[in-house]
């Protein structure tokens, strides 16, 4: 077992995922599996292959810096789950 | 029941009374070109035609359910305006087309869900720019269609809004992630629609519900507005009655968008008008790789019968090697749930989207993503956020980009000898529905032949080329060298004008 339970409530406190006891459980077993699936990649030798992070090859996308029209306060709140004024509410931050 | 009520409450305003009796023109089995030709002759309204597809939906919806929301209201003002363009003089290819597009395109106040509670009532405030272009050039949207949770899965299943069906036998899955994409043309639903394919979610629906299914390469398409999965894999295409259509949606969205800094900056070709060149001379390549023993028989009789097809029609086969193929979908699993964590930590309750109630901001955070993910979510975040933490992410993250690039190499060398390449695009039709679900890495091993093409960032199509005993059908893949969506346009409406497979239809 590459992965236990303890290892799945560390991932998913990093994850902010908070799991049932069957969840932890299941994704220990299914992980483990997948994990020990993608272990076939260590079969290649990789060294001094250049990663890709992106298959087309580009160069960084500028564009004139001009001031454009927003979506405005209205729009951008509209989803809101909470708000107050022209901001995001949420929980108390700092005691 | 709530879709039966807006129809009917609509026919009831409209006099009906100016509708002419269309019901012999079989509207919801057109293509886009078929029905445009009827609008423009004046044979049809875009009235008509809309409310014959909303009828069709409403009949259809209880056993396919290939829609999360229908806007019958929207559908036919935009129906009604198209008619008055074409009246007036106006009346390009698109114009009064009722389309549906996958629940992934942002839609200017029109809830968007993702296929997640998390977006249970998310009205975006802003459109994608590919559902804007369509929009702009008069079609009539129709919906927004079911697929799995943030195009997350291969066969619907996995969508927080029900299962879609396949339309040819609604024990099988429709495939995924753009089911309700494939499901919507194949049960006439739609006259067309769009989707997104990360690791082959437009292809493979395509393939087991017998539509056209396009994958642009990478930056062809914007991808501003669509809800990100893996960013690096993205890509949104068409999903058409056959290749004309396809080429005729992706005339339509294809070219740079200032809006997309990944999406490219070179010249879009006119892809409806190289359409008939024909395939003598053309050089097909056949990778051995995806010619396996595990191949379905059916599968592999529908291969072969292609292939013969297209030697009568003029093309060479070459045999070819991708030697990397077998490293796909884990490199993919490793690459994509990367990307997903990383893209889906904007869901924390705080701007859109589901909050929970808490005490303190880290529980809301955890809270509000708990109860708005659904399982295979949960499971890629935690798979991605294990590749990308401290002490795995060189074996797991690196190592996948390596891989990636040898991959992307197998590609470049082998398109210096072949125009295009021939797969199968699924190792078998449909499953069935519940099948796989309770095994992920099955599930994710049936995207075997379509995954590579994402990795490599590359264009390739999935169109019918025949059926399996149990009348399920089968597509073929064909793989285009990037930004040569042409060619491949080109050899699929080849293959489709020597096949009448594309002229069945699902008896729903």
Same mark, same amino acid.
């Given at each position: 077992?590459?992965?236990?339970?303890?290892?799945?409530?560390?991932?998913?406190?990093?994850?902010?995922?908070?799991?049932?006891?069957?969840?932890?459980?299941?994704?220990?077993?299914?992980?483990?599996?997948?994990?020990?699936?993608?272990?076939?990649?260590?079969?290649?030798?990789?060294?001094?292959?250049?990663?890709?992070?992106?298959?087309?090859?580009?160069?960084?996308?500028?564009?004139?810096?001009?001031?454009?029209?927003?979506?405005?306060?209205?729009?951008?709140? &509209?989803?809101?789950?909470?708000?107050?004024?022209?901001?995001?509410?949420?929980?108390?931050?700092?005691? | 029941?709530?879709?039966?009520?807006?129809?009917?409450?609509?026919?009831?305003?409209?006099?009906?009374?100016?509708?002419?009796? =269309?019901?012999?023109?079989?509207?919801?089995?057109?293509?886009?070109?078929?029905?445009?030709?009827?609008?423009?002759?004046?044979?049809?309204?875009?009235?008509?035609?809309?409310?014959?597809?909303?009828?069709?939906?409403?009949?259809?919806?209880?056993?396919?359910?290939?829609?999360?929301?229908?806007?019958?209201?929207?559908?036919?003002?935009?129906?009604?305006?198209?008619?008055?363009?074409?009246?007036?003089?106006?009346?390009?290819?698109?114009?009064?087309?009722?389309?549906?597009?996958?629940?992934?395109?942002?839609?200017?106040?029109?809830?968007?869900?993702?296929?997640?509670?998390?977006?249970?009532?998310?009205?975006?405030?802003?459109?994608?720019?590919?559902?804007?272009?369509?929009?702009?050039?008069?079609?009539?949207?129709?919906?927004?269609?079911?697929?799995?949770?943030?195009?997350?899965?291969?066969?619907?299943?996995?969508?927080?809004?029900?299962?879609?069906?396949?339309?040819?036998?609604?024990?099988?899955?429709?495939?995924?992630?753009?089911?309700?994409?494939?499901?919507?043309?194949? &049960?006439?639903? &739609?006259?067309?629609?769009?989707?997104?394919?990360?690791?082959?979610?437009?292809?493979?629906?395509?393939?087991?519900?017998?539509?056209?299914?396009?994958?642009?390469? /990478?930056?062809?398409?914007?991808?501003?507005?669509?809800?990100?999965?893996?960013?690096?894999?993205?890509?949104?295409?068409?999903?058409?009655?056959?290749?004309?259509?396809?080429?005729?949606?992706?005339?339509?969205?294809?070219?740079?968008?200032?809006?997309?800094?990944?999406?490219?900056?070179?010249?879009?070709?006119? /892809?409806?008008?190289?359409?008939?060149?024909?395939?003598?001379?053309?050089?097909?390549?056949?990778?051995?790789?995806?010619?396996?023993?595990?191949?379905?028989?059916?599968?592999?009789? =529908?291969?072969?019968?292609?292939?013969?097809?297209?030697?009568?029609?003029?093309?060479?086969?070459?045999?070819?090697?991708?030697?990397?193929?077998?490293?796909?979908?884990?490199?993919?699993?490793?690459?994509?749930?990367?990307?997903?964590?990383?893209?889906?930590?904007?869901?924390?309750?705080?701007?859109?989207?589901?909050?929970?109630?808490?005490?303190?901001?880290?529980?809301?955070?955890?809270?509000?993503?708990?109860?708005?993910?659904?399982?295979?979510?949960?499971?890629?975040?935690?798979?991605?956020?294990?590749?990308?933490?401290?002490?795995?992410?060189?074996?797991?993250?690196?190592?996948?980009?390596?891989?990636?690039?040898?991959?992307?190499?197998?590609?470049?060398?082998?398109?210096?000898?072949?125009?295009?390449?021939?797969?199968?695009?699924?190792?078998?039709?449909?499953?069935?529905?519940?099948?796989?679900?309770?095994?992920?890495?099955?599930?994710?091993?049936?995207?075997?032949?379509?995954?590579?093409?994402?990795?490599?960032?590359?264009?390739?199509?999935?169109?019918?080329?025949?059926?399996?005993?149990?009348?399920?059908?089968?597509?073929?893949?064909?793989?285009?060298?990037?930004?040569?969506?042409?060619?491949?346009?080109?050899?699929?409406?080849?293959?489709?004008?020597?096949?009448?497979?594309? =002229?069945?239809?699902?008896?729903?």
């Amino acid at each position: 077992m590459k992965i236990s339970v303890v290892d799945v409530e560390q991932v998913a406190r990093l994850a902010r995922l908070e799991l049932t006891f069957e969840e932890k459980e299941l994704f220990a077993t299914q992980m483990d599996a997948i994990l020990d699936y993608v272990e076939k990649l260590k079969e290649l030798n990789t060294e001094g292959i250049i990663p890709t992070s992106h298959a087309v090859p580009m160069e960084n996308a500028f564009r004139e810096d001009l001031v454009m029209p927003s979506i405005g306060l209205a729009k951008a709140l &509209a989803n809101a789950p909470g708000r107050s004024d022209n901001f995001f509410s949420v929980p108390k931050v700092i005691e | 029941m709530r879709l039966a009520a807006l129809i009917i409450s609509f026919l009831c305003q409209k006099s009906l009374n100016k509708v002419r009796d =269309t019901s012999n023109m079989n509207i919801i089995e057109m293509t886009i070109h078929e029905l445009h030709s009827a609008l423009k002759s004046k044979k049809l309204s875009s009235l008509e035609a809309t409310i014959a597809i909303l009828e069709r939906i409403k009949a259809v919806e209880p056993k396919v359910s290939s829609f999360i929301t229908v806007t019958p209201e929207q559908a036919l003002a935009s129906a009604k305006n198209a008619d008055e363009q074409i009246a007036s003089g106006h009346c390009n290819l698109l114009t009064g087309i009722p389309l549906a597009i996958k629940d992934i395109f942002l839609t200017e106040g029109i809830r968007t869900t993702c296929g997640s509670r998390i977006l249970e009532n998310f009205i975006p405030p802003y459109s994608a720019t590919s559902w804007e272009k369509l929009r702009d050039r008069g079609a009539v949207l129709l919906g927004k269609l079911n697929q799995d949770e943030f195009a997350m899965g291969s066969s619907n299943e996995c969508s927080a809004y029900g299962v879609t069906r396949n339309p040819w036998d609604t024990t099988c899955i429709p495939g995924g992630s753009s089911g309700g994409s494939a499901a919507a043309v194949a &049960a006439g639903e &739609a006259i067309a629609t769009l989707g997104t394919d990360t690791g082959g979610s437009i292809r493979q629906p395509a393939s087991h519900c017998g539509c056209v299914g396009l994958k642009p390469t /990478y930056g062809r398409v914007s991808r501003y507005g669509v809800i990100a999965y893996a960013s690096s894999l993205d890509q949104v295409g068409p999903m058409t009655r056959d290749v004309a259509d396809c080429a005729a949606i992706l005339d339509a969205i294809a070219g740079y968008d200032p809006k997309d800094s990944t999406s490219v900056n070179m010249p879009v070709p006119d /892809y409806s008008a190289s359409l008939k060149e024909g395939v003598k001379g053309l050089k097909i390549g056949l990778p051995k790789e995806y010619f396996i023993d595990g191949l379905d028989p059916d599968v592999q009789k =529908t291969m072969t019968e292609a292939i013969e097809t297209y030697r009568r029609l003029g093309a060479e086969f070459i045999d070819i090697s991708l030697p990397h193929t077998d490293y796909a979908v884990a490199t993919y699993y490793l690459i994509a749930t990367a990307e997903a964590s990383s893209n889906l930590a904007r869901y924390d309750g705080v701007r859109f989207g589901h909050r929970a109630e808490a005490g303190n901001l880290l529980e809301m955070y955890t809270k509000s993503r708990s109860e708005g993910f659904g399982t295979e979510v949960k499971r890629r975040i935690m798979l991605g956020t294990y590749a990308l933490s401290s002490g795995y992410y060189d074996a797991y993250y690196v190592k996948a980009q390596k891989v990636r690039t040898l991959i992307m190499n197998d590609f470049i060398k082998v398109f210096n000898d072949v125009d295009v390449m021939l797969t199968p695009v699924a190792p078998t039709p449909a499953f069935k529905i519940g099948e796989k679900i309770n095994d992920p890495l099955q599930m994710y091993l049936s995207d075997i032949f379509t995954i590579p093409v994402n990795l490599a960032g590359t264009c390739a199509m999935s169109l019918p080329a025949g059926f399996s005993a149990n009348g399920l059908p089968i597509g073929l893949q064909l793989i285009g060298k990037p930004f040569d969506e042409e060619t491949i346009l080109r050899a699929g409406y080849a293959f489709e004008q020597a096949t009448e497979w594309h =002229t069945r239809k699902a008896s729903i």
